[in-house]
């Protein structure tokens, strides 16, 4: 495949994709950050034939957008910063230009896909990416404070938004599509998604109980949703229940903006710190409040992994098992169910995503972990409607039907997509 840039990227223009917020002028006292006017790359009239990985080497555009990548992170992280936040950024900048790069090669017939893997392209998605986490998800004057009920930023009323004025949820779609590789990923259940848009026309509630397995799972959602089905728009109002990292981790942030979110404090989290345990749980208790008033409102669609967190390798076997569902987070959503009285629906969502963004192999404390990124085909099942009747007595049969039809559809994804 020709890259028709040559050696295109130099300094000027890679700089011009790191803006800077201008001071504080409106009257909320928040910085605007504004979509960056980008100047022109320079282009040289060569060509460089690219035709394989080469055993996961950068080829000379790729190397270049690393090496500008790190040049403008280096030189405009804080100092306090840099001991600890550098190698990681330099780490996770390296796994998605090679990824990206990987996306270009295979991507020859799809130019959209391919424009989005573009070095320089690449380059100045990566620096927003890492504008956006300074500035919202650093402590600063536009740290940004997730409501127990946050509704996705799309850049349309900046001073709700700390300033922003980009639309958050297209920038995580566009950052996190080209490591998908579509042509290889897999989509099942069909006439369920069919089902469930036709019970949210009737004003219904549709609760999806899906496994985790990487940050990008939202994400990859929009882009299977968008591409192999008819309701992108739906998808994109997706409800997910999110604990603290994705709205305390820096590089998470911005992504999480761009989301419809209900933000919960696990238990473990609440326990951490006993001095801001009574305010989590007040937390808690109105991103309750806030999920029970849209059920009764009707319509809504919500993601919520049952198990708490990401599934984890198994470090002996290199197998990646999907972690148990816990029945008292099955419960506390059917109880919202049916104090809403509007009919709730509860259906699995088997999810295969794992290979993209592999979480640690151990649950670590905090934020800051080490983040790897691959180009890979990813896949999402939905399972059958599971019947949501008895009370308490049955609570325990339900989650596990639910998690037994989520296993074999899981089972299912990884052969298709294995081939």
Request: charged share 20%; with cysteine; proline share 6%.
């Given at each position: 495949?020709?890259i028709?840039?040559?050696?295109l990227i130099?300094?000027a223009p890679?700089?011009?994709a790191w803006?800077t917020?201008?001071?504080?002028?409106?009257?909320?006292n928040?910085?605007?950050?504004?979509?960056?006017?980008?100047?022109?790359?320079s282009?040289?009239k060569?060509?460089?034939?690219?035709t394989?990985?080469?055993?996961?080497?950068?080829?000379p555009?790729?190397?270049?957008a690393?090496g500008?990548?790190?040049?403008?992170v280096?030189?405009k992280l804080?100092?306090?910063y840099?001991?600890?936040m550098?190698p990681?950024l330099?780490?996770f900048?390296k796994?998605?230009v090679t990824a990206?790069?990987?996306?270009f090669?295979?991507?020859?017939?799809?130019?959209?896909?391919?424009?989005?893997?573009?070095?320089?392209?690449?380059?100045?998605?990566?620096?927003?990416?890492?504008?956006?986490?300074?500035?919202?998800g650093m402590d600063?004057?536009?740290?940004?404070?997730f409501?127990?009920?946050?509704?996705?930023?799309?850049g349309?009323?900046?001073d709700k938004e700390m300033g922003?004025?980009l639309d958050?949820?297209?920038v995580?779609?566009?950052?996190f599509?080209?490591?998908?590789?579509?042509?290889k990923?897999?989509l099942?259940?069909?006439?369920?998604?069919?089902k469930?848009?036709?019970?949210?026309?009737q004003g219904?509630?549709?609760v999806?109980?899906?496994?985790?397995?990487?940050?990008a799972?939202?994400q990859v959602?929009?882009?299977?949703?968008s591409?192999?089905?008819d309701?992108?728009?739906?998808?994109q109002n997706?409800?997910f229940v999110a604990g603290h990292?994705?709205t305390?981790?820096?590089?998470?942030?911005?992504?999480?903006m761009?989301?419809?979110?209900?933000?919960i404090?696990?238990k473990?989290?609440?326990d951490?710190?006993?001095?801001?345990?009574?305010?989590k749980?007040?937390?808690n208790?109105?991103a309750m409040?806030a999920?029970?008033?849209s059920?009764k409102?009707?319509?809504?669609l919500?993601?919520?992994?049952?198990?708490?967190?990401r599934d984890r390798r198994?470090v002996?076997t290199?197998q990646?098992?999907i972690?148990?569902?816990?029945s008292k987070?099955?419960?506390?959503?059917?109880l919202?169910?049916?104090?809403?009285?509007?009919?709730?629906?509860?259906?699995?969502m088997?999810?295969?995503?794992?290979?993209m963004?592999?979480?640690p192999?151990?649950?670590e404390a905090?934020?800051?972990?080490a983040?790897?990124i691959r180009?890979v085909?990813c896949g999402?099942?939905?399972?059958?409607?599971?019947?949501s009747?008895?009370?308490?007595e049955?609570?325990?049969?339900?989650?596990?039907?639910?998690?037994a039809?989520?296993?074999?559809d899981?089972q299912?994804?990884?052969?298709a997509i294995?081939g």
């Amino acid at each position: 495949m020709h890259i028709p840039i040559g050696l295109l990227i130099s300094l000027a223009p890679l700089a011009s994709a790191w803006v800077t917020p201008p001071a504080n002028t409106n009257h909320n006292n928040h910085n605007k950050l504004t979509r960056p006017v980008l100047l022109q790359a320079s282009v040289e009239k060569t060509e460089t034939v690219a035709t394989s990985n080469d055993g996961g080497l950068l080829q000379p555009e790729f190397e270049a957008a690393f090496g500008m990548i790190c040049a403008q992170v280096k030189d405009k992280l804080p100092e306090k910063y840099m001991d600890v936040m550098f190698p990681l950024l330099e780490h996770f900048a390296k796994e998605y230009v090679t990824a990206c790069q990987t996306s270009f090669l295979a991507n020859a017939n799809n130019q959209e896909v391919a424009q989005l893997s573009r070095p320089d392209v690449v380059a100045k998605r990566f620096l927003l990416g890492i504008q956006l986490a300074m500035t919202y998800g650093m402590d600063g004057p536009n740290k940004f404070q997730f409501e127990p009920y946050h509704q996705m930023c799309l850049g349309e009323d900046p001073d709700k938004e700390m300033g922003n004025t980009l639309d958050l949820y297209q920038v995580g779609n566009d950052f996190f599509r080209p490591c998908i590789d579509m042509n290889k990923s897999a989509l099942h259940g069909r006439d369920n998604i069919e089902k469930i848009m036709d019970q949210m026309k009737q004003g219904h509630n549709v609760v999806m109980l899906a496994n985790h397995q990487s940050e990008a799972d939202p994400q990859v959602v929009s882009c299977l949703m968008s591409e192999m089905t008819d309701y992108g728009k739906e998808f994109q109002n997706m409800i997910f229940v999110a604990g603290h990292k994705v709205t305390t981790d820096p590089l998470a942030v911005p992504f999480s903006m761009g989301r419809n979110l209900i933000c919960i404090h696990s238990k473990k989290h609440i326990d951490a710190d006993p001095d801001t345990k009574a305010a989590k749980q007040k937390d808690n208790l109105r991103a309750m409040s806030a999920m029970l008033k849209s059920f009764k409102q009707g319509g809504a669609l919500l993601w919520v992994a049952p198990s708490g967190g990401r599934d984890r390798r198994n470090v002996e076997t290199g197998q990646v098992p999907i972690a148990p569902f816990d029945s008292k987070t099955i419960d506390m959503f059917r109880l919202i169910g049916n104090k809403s009285k509007v009919p709730t629906h509860y259906y699995t969502m088997a999810m295969v995503t794992y290979d993209m963004c592999p979480p640690p192999d151990s649950v670590e404390a905090g934020t800051g972990e080490a983040r790897n990124i691959r180009f890979v085909p990813c896949g999402i099942a939905v399972g059958d409607e599971c019947e949501s009747v008895g009370g308490l007595e049955t609570r325990h049969a339900f989650c596990d039907h639910a998690f037994a039809q989520c296993e074999k559809d899981y089972q299912a994804l990884l052969k298709a997509i294995e081939g």
